[in-house]
């Protein structure tokens, strides 16, 4: 086990939620530490009555979407501005990307939530996109709420044996990503394509 | 080469070939039944472990080897039940310094404070709930009594 994350074990023994609350907030903003396998512990920690399982699922989810928020936020307000000025907006990848997201907002949402590092990149996206927000808190809580139940519960059952299969949550936080940039690539040529043979 | 020859030939070849497919036979049977048992092994090992898995609430002496560095000793109190005199006690007893954030501290913090190696400290402890499990069936009192004697003398 390596050094940060035994230190943010010991941390959530000893803090408990807050630390459930820091970890998955630094995460959602897009620091990388390893919220996934601190929630699948504290799964493992609600099975010894050590945690509990309601409120450890409501801390952090609202950590996640206060987060995943602040991404948006970051980008819906200032992002466009900052695009402007660098004239990525003129770049045909990036537009297609934009457009990919407007119209499988939901999709890229709700999946994104599952692994850890695409989640923030899909936020700021969104921002930039101008998804409404209604939308975008409605498949982001919705995602969350699926993904943080999924970790702890995975926890609650391996109970102590929870750190020979922390492993798996990262390697299928990777297939995923494998999974969604064979579909974006196949999706955008598609478009590509389809746009070539019009014109 | 004489026909009768040949007859005798072809038929100690048929022999040979009927042995062999024997010999095969026995062979691919006994290989199924180590095989067959290796595969019976692994699923009542599977199913141990899955009853394993199952089992909730505090943990017992068997999983004493979970017992890690980074765990606090309120945390090792509250998962395998035991009462928070009982490592305190041990910790009084066996450890020069002591540290009052106990039992709100880690391990590996506590080695640190106290200038024990972090490794022997998390053996020590394990050794502690190991024995305070055996001691089990005696009354409370004991429980922390046997805490006091020194498990690495």
């Known amino acids: ?199 | 080469m004489k026909k009768e020859t040949k007859i005798i030939v072809a038929f100690l070849a048929l022999v040979l070939i009927i042995l062999i497919v024997q010999v095969w036979r026995q062979y691919t049977f006994i290989q199924r039944a180590q095989t067959i048992q290796a595969i019976r092994g692994h699923i009542s090992q599977d199913m141990q472990q899955l009853a394993a898995l199952r089992r909730r609430g505090p943990l017992t002496a068997v999983d004493s080897s979970y017992i890690q560095a980074w765990m606090t000793f309120d945390y090792i109190n509250t998962a395998f039940n035991i009462p928070p005199g009982y490592l305190s006690n041990y910790l009084a007893n066996n450890v020069r310094d002591s540290s009052d954030q106990y039992p709100h501290i880690s391990i590996s913090h506590y080695a640190r404070e106290t200038a024990t190696s972090s490794a022997a400290l998390t053996i020590d402890i394990t050794s502690a709930v190991q024995a305070y499990f055996n001691v089990s069936s005696t009354s409370p009192a004991t429980l922390i009594a046997s805490s006091t004697n020194e498990l690495h003398p």
């Open chain 1, 1 to 199: 086990m390596n050094f940060i994350l035994s230190t943010l074990l010991s941390y959530l023994l000893l803090y408990k939620y807050a630390t459930i609350f820091v970890v998955v907030l630094a995460a959602a903003i897009i620091v990388p530490v390893p919220d996934s396998t601190l929630l699948v512990a504290t799964g493992a920690f609600v099975s010894q009555g050590y945690f509990s399982l309601t409120l450890a699922l409501v801390v952090a989810l609202v950590a996640n979407v206060l987060g995943d928020l602040v991404g948006y936020t970051l980008t819906n307000r200032w992002g466009y501005k900052v695009v402007k000025e660098h004239h990525v907006r003129k770049m045909p990848y990036f537009n297609r990307v934009e457009q990919f997201l407007r119209s499988n907002a939901g999709m890229a949402i709700i999946v994104s939530r599952f692994v850890g590092t695409v989640g923030p990149l899909v936020n700021f996206l969104s921002g930039l996109a101008d998804i409404p927000l209604s939308k975008f808190l409605f498949f982001d809580v919705v995602g969350n709420a699926v993904d943080i139940a999924g970790l702890l519960i995975a926890g609650y059952i391996l109970g102590q044996y929870w750190q020979d299969f922390s492993g798996f949550v990262g390697l299928i936080g990777w297939i995923i990503v494998v999974a969604i940039v064979m579909y974006a690539i196949i999706k955008i040529s598609k478009a590509t394509m389809t746009k070539k043979s019009i014109s």
